[in-house]
């Protein structure tokens, strides 16, 4: 069940959407620790959505029935982090510290917390794999296996990235992060848009 984990870990993470921009983003602008503590910030949130999908349908009901609320909070945190960005890339680049790394994992442990899509991902992956309380190591494994197979995707991520920083001229990153910075608001306001729907 590990090895089944870490690959469906592994595939959930590697779609480039708002998460993949914004661990790139800090890559650029903070640094390859920063990139990489962002993206197990998701794969935090997952592993924890996946231990509550495994504790009970009772505990999942209620977060469901709130779906539409966090998806919008969600949307308008998006937006906050893609203007925040926006302003951000027309300075120049900051140290990474102690304090900035935690904001980012945080920010984007409440950013995946925030979309109660991932628990239902997890609902249908245990129906598949039948996996219950009662047979708890292998759902246990199952869980270490996708958090450890999207944090490998995130440290693959924010070292390539690192590498590409160092071939880019100054120009060519500030019209990525510009564009990153687009996309994550792009995808904010198309969640507030299906909210009011």
Do not use: E
């Not at 592994?10 to 998460?19: D, E, N, Q, S, T």
């Not at 790139?24 to 924890?48: E, K, N, P, W, Y």
């Not at 779906?67 to 140290?95: D, E, K, N, R, V």
């Not at 690192?162 to 990525?176: D, F, G, N, S, V």
């Amino acid at each position: 069940m590990f090895t089944t984990g870490f690959g469906i870990g592994f595939a959930l993470a590697a779609p480039v959407g708002p998460i993949g921009l914004l661990c790139m983003q800090r890559t650029l602008r903070h640094g390859r620790i920063s990139g990489i503590v962002s993206g197990l910030g998701a794969a935090t949130a997952d592993f924890t959505y996946g231990l509550l999908a495994l504790s009970g349908f009772s505990l999942v009901q209620s977060l469901l029935t709130q779906a539409s609320w966090m998806q919008l909070i969600g949307s308008l945190f998006l937006c906050y982090i893609g203007w925040s960005m926006f302003q951000a890339s027309s300075t120049a680049s900051i140290s990474d510290t102690a304090s900035s790394r935690l904001s980012s994992y945080l920010s984007v442990l409440l950013l995946t917390f925030l979309n109660p899509m991932t628990i239902t991902l997890f609902l249908a992956l245990f129906a598949r794999f039948k996996l219950t309380m009662t047979n708890g190591q292998d759902a246990f494994l199952f869980l270490i296996g996708i958090f450890l197979g999207s944090a490998t995707w995130w440290v693959i991520l924010a070292n390539i990235t690192h590498l590409l920083k160092h071939q880019l001229a100054t120009p060519t990153l500030r019209i990525i992060q510009w564009t990153s910075a687009s996309l994550i608001i792009g995808f904010g306001a198309f969640g507030i848009i299906q909210f009011f729907l």
